[in-house]
T-cell receptor, first 112, second 112 residues
Framework: TQLLEQSPQFLSIQEGENLTVYCNSS?????LQWYRQEPGEGPVLLVT?????EVKKLKRLTFQFGDARKDSSLHITAAQPGDTGLYLC????????????FGQGTILTVHP | DAGITQSPRHKVTETGTPVTLRCHQTENHRYMYWYRQDPGHGLRLIHYSYGVKDTDKGEVSDGYSVSRSKTEDFLLTLESATSSQTSVYFCAITSSASYEQYFGPGTRLTVT
């Protein structure tokens, strides 16, 4: 069974601060996806990282996939209240059929 | 938007009653999934389907069954609902084009 440990579980910061969310595993994943979820809605895909060492940027969000493809991080620069939400990482072990293993999630609150 | 709808969006039912949740997609995707989301657990896979009448168990399948008689519909049934099945249920598809996973809006189920 593949496990993804996501940390921290809760993050409460002021507008303008930077933050990093981590996603770690002892298993290798062929790709890793990051989602953002707002209350009452389904998770929305932010990015997929595929290659070890890959870095992707989405405006103020920077995603990195570890060299060994066992871990990933999400860094937000100058957080804004609109970034508030639940962030989820999910790994695809390529066992076929696209089954994903999810981390427990990080609840981010950005105060104005 | 991957054209995924779920019904009902909210349901309250009593312990011991059968419940069926429906997931409908409009874009002919082959792979479909049912997840449940509970605080502190992220999303956990219940069942998945890799084609019409082709289904298999996920991580937390006990107490659930599924059926897929048409490409566009994937049904999740709780044969005899229990309070431990109170949760938010999400349907997802894997895009045939990108192999990325997209989620429906969710169904909030309360078993009293």
């Amino acid at each position: 069974t593949q496990l993804l440990e996501q940390s921290p579980q809760f993050l409460s910061i002021q507008e303008g601060e930077n933050l990093t969310v981590y996603c770690n595993s002892s298993s290798v994943f062929s790709s890793l996806q990051w989602y953002r979820q707002e209350p009452g809605e389904g998770p929305v895909l932010l990015v997929t990282v595929v290659t070890g060492g890959e870095v992707k940027k989405l405006k103020r969000l920077t995603f990195q996939f570890g060299d060994a493809r066992k871990d990933s991080s999400l860094h937000i620069t100058a957080a804004q209240p609109g970034d508030t939400g639940l962030y989820l990482c999910a790994g695809d072990g390529r066992t076929s059929y696209g089954k994903l293993t999810f981390g427990q999630g990080t609840i981010l609150t950005v105060h104005p | 938007d991957a054209g995924i709808t779920q019904s009902p969006r909210h349901k309250v039912t009593e312990t011991g009653t059968p419940v069926t949740l429906r997931c409908h997609q409009t874009e002919n995707h082959r792979y479909m999934y049912w997840y449940r989301q509970d605080p502190g657990h992220g999303l956990r896979l219940i069942h998945y389907s890799y084609g019409v009448k082709d289904t298999d168990k996920g991580e937390v399948s006990d107490g659930y069954s599924v059926s897929r008689s048409k490409t566009e519909d994937f049904l999740l049934t709780l044969e005899s609902a229990t309070s431990s099945q109170t949760s938010v249920y999400f349907c997802a598809i894997t895009s045939s084009a990108s192999y990325e996973q997209y989620f429906g809006p969710g169904t909030r189920l309360t078993v009293t």
